[in-house]
Each structure stands twice: as C-alpha cells, then as structure tokens.
C-alpha cells in the first residue's frame, strides 16, 4: 500500500512539474493582475504583491516596457509574468484575458491601475470631446471592460477582489476645477465600482485614492512614494476584510464619495 502511495505521489508531482513547465499556474498560488504595471504605482504594487508569494501578471500597453519590468522584477526573485493589454484598446482586452486562462484557472487580484492624465488646467468651459472621449476611454470604459473579460477567472477564486485605482480628483466632496476630464473619468470610476459591488456579491470590489504620488504622472514634487501609494491598494489585495466592499478608501479608511 505505502508502494502504492508513493507511485502515486511520484505521479502525481510529475503531471504538476509538467504542467508547470507550459507555465500553468494551479489552484494553490495566488494570482493577481495589475495594469498599467510597467512604472509608478502599478510596478509598486506588482513588486509587492510578488514579494507576498503573488504570481503576478503584469500587463503594459507597450511590450518592450513591460518585459523589461517583469525581467527587473523577476531577477529579484518575482514570479511574474508579463501581458500585453491597452486598455484604452478594447479590442486588445479579451485576448489578455485569452492569454491569462491559458494559465492559469484562477484569479485572485484585478487591479486596474493604468490610466490618463491630460489637461490639466484646461478649464470646464474648453475640454475638448476627443479629450473626454479619450481619458473616459482609458480610465473608466477601459477599467470596465477589463473587469467584465476577466470576471470568470475572478470568480474561481475563494477570495476574489477588485481594486480601481480611482483619485480624490473624482470625489464629488472634494472636486474643484482641476483637470475636468480626469476628474469626470475618476467620478465615473467610482460609479463603476458601485455596480460592480453590487452585481458581484462574491467578490470584494473597492476604489482607492493613492494619494499625490511621485510618479511621471503625479511629478517629482508630489509628497508620496511610490511605496505609499501602494499601501491601501496592496491592504486591500491581501489583508482588508472581504465584506469591506463597494467603497472609497485612502490611507485604508473609508471617505466620501
């Protein structure tokens, strides 16, 4: 019987070696995905969540960017794996998706991070409807859609969670005249996470305002690391309680629309 037994434990751990020498990635790792992941708060929050046992996905717009920060991330011990995906693009989204099934079973984290910041000290009066059309685009339809092809992955998962990666730009209590369409795009962001909160009962989904960031897109004046901006986001992928959903956060607290 003890024969038996380790045949079939010998077996067993050579179908897994096999399977994961096509890079298919089992049930017992946990799995998250980032866009936007190439720099600033996206490469941040890849970095750490690797650096809790993550296999992270690390999804850029721009191929040569991307694998150049996966290899950075993974010569420091990451298991990463990089995936194209525009999601100002849709028509790149569902192939991701396609890619990220092919393996892996499962979901755990979708962090929809990337974004656009254009115009802004255009005044309300002057925004142009392509700059609307372009920065509603990547920051919210993008943020959707990337939500809606990657769901039934999401739902594999025992603990699945959806962070939006939104600003206190778009929070109706704060809002002034910075960067209107940004600022739209952020509202409308948070709208998206409502719904999604309220349709998928199972999964936890939340916005976060990282704050101001020293990022190419916050600049080198901003009074946040890159580290701290990362913390709620990364709070809310490992530790936040489950039913903490279908709100606003910062400095992992809850805030007002």
């Given at each position: ?13 050579g ?26 708060i ?33 010569k ?36 929809n ?6 115009g ?36 594999k ?6 962070i ?19 600022s ?41 690391s ?14 936040a309680?489950?039913?903490l ?13």
């Amino acid at each position: 019987m003890r024969r038996e037994h380790n045949n079939l434990i010998r077996k067993t751990n050579g179908f897994l070696d096999f399977a994961k020498s096509f890079g298919y990635v089992f049930d017992m790792t946990k799995i998250a995905l980032v866009t936007g992941a190439n720099k600033g708060i996206g490469l941040e929050v890849a970095r750490q969540l690797a650096a809790k046992s993550f296999h992270v996905f690390l999804a850029a717009r721009n191929r040569e960017l991307g694998n150049r920060a996966a290899e950075e991330l993974a010569k420091n011990g990451a298991t990463v794996s990089f995936v194209e995906l525009d999601v100002s693009k849709p028509e790149s989204i569902r192939p991701a998706a396609g890619e990220v099934a092919a393996q892996t079973d499962h979901l755990d984290v979708l962090v929809n991070n990337a974004a656009t910041l254009e115009g802004e000290h255009t005044s309300i009066l002057h925004v142009s409807s392509d700059l609307m059309q372009q920065t509603l685009l990547t920051n919210t339809i993008g943020p959707l859609l990337v939500a809606q092809a990657f769901h039934p992955l999401l739902m594999k998962s025992k603990d699945g969670r959806i962070i939006n990666v939104s600003s206190g730009a778009g929070s109706l209590s704060e809002m002034g005249t910075y960067a209107p369409a940004y600022s739209i795009s952020k509202t409308a962001l948070n709208a998206v996470t409502v719904q999604l909160a309220a349709q998928l009962k199972n999964l936890a989904v939340n916005s976060v305002c990282p704050g101001w960031v020293r990022t190419d897109m916050g600049g080198p004046g901003a009074p946040l690391s890159v580290q701290q901006g990362a913390d709620t986001i990364i709070w809310l992928a490992t530790e936040a309680p489950k039913n903490l959903t279908g709100k606003f956060l910062r400095d992992r607290k809850v805030i007002a629309w």
